[in-house]
Each structure stands twice: as C-alpha cells, then as structure tokens.
C-alpha cells in the first residue's frame, strides 16, 4: 500500500468533498495521467462524470479510461489502485463500472480478488446490520425507503447492502456470499484481516460503519490484508485511506480573490435542495433571484430560456450582485418509464442551463454548484477546466475546488455543493461566508 498510487475514478465531483490540496483530472490524457501518476501525495481523482452517461457510453468510457490509467502506470512505473466513488445512496452505474474496470485490470494481468463496498459518508449515511441508511430530520431511513431508491435512472429496492448486490447485480453475485464487516468484527482487526484474506473471484465485501472511527479500524485492518481490491464507495473512506488530515472549514479570505458579483447555480431537485433554497431565500441579503424554466424542453424552446437567463445574469453581475439561478422547483420528467430517455432529457436541461455559464463573459468572485451533474457540466463544459485543485471544505461534505491553468476564469473557486447534503441552513452559511 505504501507506494501504491490511490486512483478515485469519481462518478460526479461531489466525491472531493472530504479531502484537500489534491489534485483533480477532468480531461484525461496520456501525459497528465503520467504527470498525476509521479507527483506527491498518495492519491489523485479523475473526474467521469459518468451518472450523466447511458449504459453503452459507461462501458466504453471506463473501457478507455482504465487502459489509458494502466498505460500511464507501466510508462511511470507506478503500482495503483483505483476507487470507484459513487453516490453514497447507491445511484450509479453499478456493478457495470466496476466490472468493465475489473476486466481491462485482468486483461493487463492485475488479478482483482475482491470489491469493496462502502457508502458510509461521515454524519449523513450509515451502515449497521448491512442495511445502509440515510440522515433524515427525524432519523435514520433505510436507503430503499428513501427518495433516491426511486431515482429514475438508478432505482433499486435493498436496503441491506448485501441484497443489493444481488439486485443489482441479477443473481450474479448472490447475498449470501458477501462478506460482512460487522462493528463488532472491527473491534477485532485480526478478524477484519481474515475475513479479507479468505475473498476470491471478485466476490463483495460489506463494510458496517456507523463513525469515522469505525472507518479508522477497518482501514488500518485493510492495510495488512495481502488480497487485492477495488473499491466502490462513497467519500469519507478516501481520506482514510490517504491518511488525509482534518482542516479547518475554509474561510473567504482562502477561497475569493478577484472578480465581479457571485453566480448560485442550482440543478438538483432532491427535497433537501428544495429545503436549502428556500430557506436561503428568506434569510439571505441582496441576491437577485432567476429562475431557469426547464418546463421549455416540452415545447422545444429550452434554447430561447437559456439565453434570456444569460441575459439576465450578465446585467446583475454588472451590478456586482450575487445571482442564484435555479431550475424552476417542480421536476420534469420524461412521459413513461424509460431510464434512458430521463437521463437524455436531463442532459439536455443541464447542456442548456451549463449554456448560461459558458457564454458568461463577467468573472464572478465565485462560484456554487449545487447538484452533481450541474457541478461536474459547470466545470468541464462552462468553465473548460482539465485541471483543478481541491482546496478543501467550507461545510461538512462540501467542497471547493480551484480552477487550474487554461479554464475560462482561471484560479475561480468552484464550490462543489451536492443535492442531498447538510441542513436547511447549510447552503445559506456557504453563501454567507463568500459573499459578507
């Protein structure tokens, strides 16, 4: 492990949200993979954005990437390992990124023995008993009774994280095998070292983790295992396995340094988002509010929308306000029950509410995405960014990023807000801290 480059392939960018001063790829090439490969530090992040993808275009993507890293690797010299990071309620293409990654790491002769599963981000998700479970305002929700279990792209109905591999996986991988870390396993690290050992055939593990210092344990029992792994997981065990540090929640004076007025951009439509802006909306000081009517993809006229928002943001960042641009509240959604229609229907609504950013021609002083299929859009298609540098966290679970060298605004700071984090108060306190 000690000289084993960490690879987290990150399915939207919301994945950064427990680390700091690491390094993001979002246009990976030959070159930059080689150069991330032999810098400092133990991990680096490689942005997919592959929730926004079809299934075909998953494949094919993962297919290419995962040659590119093993290619790099060999050229470099380097020993890896990669993590899937997905969405810590279980929406994502999976078990088919993990497989496609699994079959180009065996064909360049990297036997995987195993797959970690672990969603477990710090104060909002838990696994106990093997059921994964979702921070409510009055308590803890199986995640199959939850609202993303119903996602129209991603939907499942286990909760208990065994049963989900099943479902998921049709059969392929049965519940019965997977292997629990219980908590009480973990107070045993040579039990925890076994039951990691005793894995073959890819087959699952599931990791119970109610605290950062059950993660903690099973990290430290995964360092002495000798059985080779690939992750799928959520944020916090990433810093765990790099050993990253706490930092202090970053400060304005650590992430603003130029421009004019502030740009909230809001794709998510998950109840906590919902909750966050209209709390924002009652508290907050002078911002200018404009909704971005996503309605308009009925009728063809998402385009003229788009430009009359553009239109709008320019004239209030003139003003040197701050401007939150929202999708309307109420979800549109594709007649039936076609997941791959819905996900192109979403990707039209982002291209175009990503079409305001891109034709910006005022540097705002910063910028809040919220949602991560906006976020991931607003980076690499509004802003042009191949390379960014995470600066840390300005609220639990939220991160923030600086745009490198060759992006539109050049060292902007990228607030990478997810839907379904913090409270109500949680978007307004970001606001308040960048923008007073």
Not at 186 to 213: A, R
Not at 329 to 347: H, I, N, S, W, Y
Request: aromatic residues 6%; negative net charge.
């Amino acid at each position: 492990m000690e000289n084993r480059k960490m690879i987290v392939l990150d399915d939207d960018p919301t994945g950064i949200q427990s680390v700091h001063d690491v390094l993001v790829i979002t246009q990976p090439t030959l070159d930059n993979l080689k150069e991330a490969m032999t810098s400092s530090g133990s991990l680096f992040y490689i942005l997919t954005n592959s929730r926004s993808f079809s299934e075909e275009k998953t494949a094919e993507y993962h297919k290419e990437l995962t040659q590119l890293i093993v290619e790099a690797a060999k050229q470099s010299n380097t020993d890896f390992m990669i993590l899937s990071r997905g969405d810590s309620t279980l929406r994502g293409h999976y078990p088919l990124e993990t497989e496609v990654i699994r079959q180009v790491l065996e064909e360049n002769g990297q036997q995987i023995d195993g797959e970690i599963i672990c969603p477990y981000l710090d104060g909002i998700r838990k696994t106990e008993n093997d059921i994964h479970y979702v921070k409510m305002d009055d308590g803890w929700l199986p995640c199959g009774e939850s609202e993303f279990a119903k996602d129209k792209s991603f939907a499942y109905h286990a909760s208990d994280l065994k049963e989900y591999v099943e479902e998921k996986t049709k059969g392929a991988y049965k519940a019965a095998d997977c292997i629990s870390i219980s908590l009480e396993d973990l107070n045993d690290e040579h039990t925890v070292v076994e039951k990691l050992d005793s894995v073959s055939h890819f087959n699952k593990v599931i990791v119970n983790c109610t605290c950062m210092d059950d993660l903690k344990k099973f990290v430290g029992a995964f360092e002495k295992c000798h059985k080779r792994y690939m992750f799928r997981c959520a944020a916090s065990i990433v810093k765990e396995l790099a050993h990253i540090e706490d930092r202090a929640y970053l400060t304005k004076e650590d992430c603003v340094q130029e421009g004019t007025g502030g740009l909230i951009l809001v794709g998510s439509h998950v109840k906590k988002t919902a909750s966050q802006l209209a709390y924002l909306k009652e508290h907050a000081r002078d911002l200018v509010w404009i909704e971005f009517n996503q309605h308009k993809v009925l009728d063809h006229t998402l385009h003229e929308e788009s430009l009359r928002v553009s239109n709008e943001l320019e004239k209030v960042l003139k003003e040197d306000k701050v401007a939150v641009v929202a999708t309307r509240r109420e979800r549109v959604d594709f007649p039936g029950d076609d997941p791959e229609k819905q996900l192109e229907m979403a990707t039209a609504i982002s291209s175009e509410l990503i079409g305001v950013l891109s034709r910006l021609t005022i540097r705002p002083r910063f910028l809040i995405t919220k949602g991560g299929i906006t976020s991931s859009d607003a980076l690499t298609i509004g802003l042009k960014v191949s390379k960014e540098w995470v600066l840390g966290q300005i609220q639990q679970n939220v991160g923030v990023v600086r745009c490198l060298e060759g992006s539109k605004f050049e060292n902007l700071p990228v607030v990478v807000f997810p839907g379904n984090v913090g409270d109500e108060t949680t978007l307004y306190k970001v606001v308040e801290t960048l923008h007073n």
